[in-house]
């Protein structure tokens, strides 16, 4: 019988909060297109539930790992123990983020360092983990997921965008310094998209935000996982250091 070739068939990737929302669907569509899965978040239970999706669609069991992204002990850790079993990393997608919203005048310590240690630092950590792997493969892609905010700021959200504005000038760097080791390090910018994260906002913001959306729709998890695909297929071969909006128009 012919098969049809899958766009991750034999790849092995790490992908960051996977649990739920967009990372959740990032870690289908991977399985879906034959990628090995390594799952982390911090809730085993609910990386048990997207691991048991990924196999009774047909795809490769996934490896789950639960973490905090903030822990460079247990990056470390899960990288090593990955290695035992897959012996390469080709794709690592940084998913994992909070928020912490508040005005910057009253923001507290907690609430920034929170959502920089888990957005930026823990970026950080995981890239600087699986760089070194991927640079003695010579090949590898790093997706990291900013957001529109961290390219045009928001009132509110002061720690979020400078996390997200932070991801972005992380990635332009590490593109720069891996490029000539076959390491491409791109971002995705998604605007606003129908997740557990977004849900929380009331009915008069949302309308707010749909007037800013010429697509005039909030954007779907799957959206995001479709532009992750493309950043993690061949198909993007030559592409490094970009950032890609997601956002239906919000930001030109
Ligand atoms: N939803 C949106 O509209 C939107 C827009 C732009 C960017 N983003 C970004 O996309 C990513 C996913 O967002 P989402 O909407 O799916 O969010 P979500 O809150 O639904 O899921 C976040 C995931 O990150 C994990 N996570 C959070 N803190 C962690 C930690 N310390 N250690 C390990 N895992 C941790 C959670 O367990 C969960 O799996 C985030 O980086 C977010 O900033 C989302």
């Known amino acids: ?42 809730s085993a239970d609910a990386l048990a539930a997207v691991a048991q999706e990924i196999k009774a669609a047909g795809g490769v069991e996934p490896i789950c790992f ?50 920089l240690d888990t957005n930026l630092k823990g970026t950080f950590l995981f890239m600087r983990a699986v760089s070194k792997v991927m640079m003695r493969q010579r090949a590898g892609k790093i997706i990291n997921m900013a957001s529109v905010i961290g390219l045009i700021g928001n009132a509110g959200q002061a720690n979020y965008a400078a996390s997200k504005a932070g991801i972005i000038a992380l990635t332009k760097s590490v593109a720069k310094e891996l490029g000539s080791r076959n390491v491409l390090v791109n971002a995705i910018a998604p605007g606003f998209i129908e997740t557990e994260m977004t849900q929380a906002l009331g009915e008069d913001i949302k309308k707010t935000i749909l007037k800013s959306i010429p697509a005039g729709v909030l954007g779907k998890p799957s959206d995001v996982a479709q532009a992750a695909l493309f950043l993690a297929s061949d198909e993007s071969n030559f592409i490094t250091g970009q950032v890609i909006t997601v956002d239906g128009g919000m930001v030109m």
């Open 1 to 42: 019988m012919h098969s049809v070739k899958k766009r991750l068939d034999g790849k092995v990737a790490i992908i960051t909060g996977a649990s739920r929302g967009i990372g959740r669907e990032i870690a289908l569509v991977f399985g879906r297109e034959g990628a090995k899965t390594i799952l982390t978040a911090r």
């Open 66 to 115: 639960s973490l905090d992204v903030k822990d460079a002990v247990k990056i470390e850790e899960l990288v090593d123990k990955s290695l035992d079993k897959t012996e390469r990393i080709d794709i690592l997608v940084n998913n994992a983020g909070v928020t912490r919203d508040g005005l910057f005048v009253r923001m507290s310590d907690e609430d920034w360092d929170e959502v």
